[in-house]
């Protein structure tokens, strides 16, 4: 029991005095070998030493701007010049390409539909190529041009084979190589048909 007494005793004698000379050394005032920690006061030591390492780095690195700086004025003002000559450059270019004007707004325009060959005989409904074609958009004022190029004389005749002709427009019978045309100056959905051959139908669209 003794034997371990002194062992504890030597262990923690020997501690304090590690302790202390770590105090110590870093400077600072002593009560006791506990009461200080040796490793607080060499890491505030640290810490000052540290910041006096940033001061020292942001110093220089200020120092670094500010040359930096003043070399980007002096190229600067030689890449400023440069530029200015560049948009001399251009502008002479510019002088001199020729005046290109805006397309005008476009007027009235016509559009063909064709009346295909064998359009007398049912079966160009399936794919809807009874009138070429079937379905067109145009806008108020324009004209659809209806070109009959099939041997057989057709119709093209507003309304539907349900419900007959409305009256809007009616080519009655014209004869193959013949046309016929309607201006559009209403916008709508006119669809039409064949009169003759009721499996024709096609319709306008006027915006
Ligand atoms: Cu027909």
């Not at 120092?63 to 200015?84: D, F, H, I, W």
């Amino acid at each position: 029991m003794a034997s371990v007494d002194k062992a504890a005793m030597v262990w923690s004698i020997a501690i304090v005095a590690v302790g202390a000379g770590f105090a110590m050394s870093a400077g600072i005032a002593l009560d006791t070998g506990f009461t200080s920690l040796p490793t607080v006061s060499t890491t505030s030591d640290s810490k000052i030493e540290a910041a006096k390492q940033q001061i020292e780095m942001e110093q220089k690195l200020s120092m670094e701007e500010e040359r930096a700086k003043a070399m980007e004025e002096q190229t600067g003002a030689m890449g400023e010049t440069s530029v200015e000559l560049e948009e001399t450059v251009e502008q002479e270019v510019e002088l001199s390409a020729p005046i290109i004007e805006a397309p005008q707004a476009t007027g009235p325009m016509s559009v063909d539909v064709a009346i295909p060959t064998g359009t007398a005989v049912p079966g160009c409904e399936e794919t809807n190529d009874c009138y070429l074609p079937d379905t067109v958009s145009i806008n108020a004022g324009d004209t659809v041009i209806w070109s009959n190029t099939d041997t057989a004389a057709h119709t093209v005749t507003s309304g539907s084979p349900t419900n007959g002709p409305d009256g809007i427009f009616d080519s009655s019978l014209f004869m193959a190589g013949a046309t016929f045309e309607v201006t559009f100056d209403d916008s709508g959905s006119y669809d039409y048909f064949c009169m003759v051959h009721p499996w024709m139908q096609g319709n306008v669209q006027v915006s």
